[in-house]
T-cell receptor, first 113, second 115 residues
């Protein structure tokens, strides 16, 4: 089934540790995004990529990095996790047309202790 | 810059009654508007969108939304609510003039449908 796959589904991480959240899509979408969802704050954009080889910063990029080596994969890395990065992380993809909807993965629930 | 506001954190409605979830937006150019639904422990799912044309847009699961340019609103509606409609609803916007394909989301509205 076409779509977006995120891994892991959930993770408990010690503060200071490095963690990579994986995201893979098979729809050949050019654009990919990482959002974090926090209660009362909705979805906030962390980083995005409009095509393989390019990335950009969103609203809350500090403490996170991304790479886009190919069309399908868009991993999100926390270099040194802090408790404030406890959140649910969603990867999404779309075409770059403004009239097209985004497709979301099932999310990664990350707890930093 | 583009933005979207969902003024209600929570909407409560009795099953069988009509429901409305509100959304207002701000863009520089033509708005491209979307509604998504999120069930517990799931990702967001696309419901419907307004691109151009008729102001009343119909989508999945019997939902519809009304685009009102003068009020810069895009309210989600359903004539008869079901308990299974209980979920978190997000409005999103893309600004055609800015050329930004990146969607901006509202904070979400929790819809609770009571039996």
């Amino acid at each position: 089934i076409a779509g977006i796959t995120q891994a892991p589904t959930s993770q408990i991480l010690a503060a200071g540790r490095r963690m990579t959240l994986r995201c893979t899509q098979d729809m050949r979408h050019n654009a990919m995004y990482w959002y974090r969802q926090d209660l009362g704050l909705g979805l906030r954009l962390i980083h995005y990529s409009n095509t393989a080889g390019t990335t950009g910063k969103g609203e809350v990029p500090d403490g996170y990095s991304v790479s886009r080596a190919n069309t399908d994969d868009f991993p999100l890395t926390l270099a040194s996790a802090v408790p404030s990065q406890t959140s649910v992380y969603f990867c999404a993809s779309s075409t770059t047309g403004v009239g097209t909807e985004a497709f979301f993965g099932q999310g990664t629930r990350l707890t930093v202790v | 810059a583009q933005s979207v506001a969902q003024p209600e954190d929570q909407v409560n409605v009795a099953e069988g009654n009509p429901l409305t979830v509100k959304c207002t937006y701000s863009v520089s150019g033509n708005p491209y508007l979307f509604w998504y639904v999120q069930y517990p422990n799931r990702g967001l799912q696309f419901l419907l969108k307004y691109i151009t044309g008729d102001n009343l847009v119909k989508g999945s699961y019997g939902f519809e939304a009304e685009f009102n340019k003068s009020q810069t609103s895009f309210h989600l509606k359903k004539p008869s609510a079901l308990v299974s409609d209980s979920a978190l609803y997000f409005c999103a916007v893309r600004d055609g003039a800015g050329g930004s394909y990146i969607p901006t989301f509202g904070r979400g509205t929790s819809l609770i449908v009571h039996p």
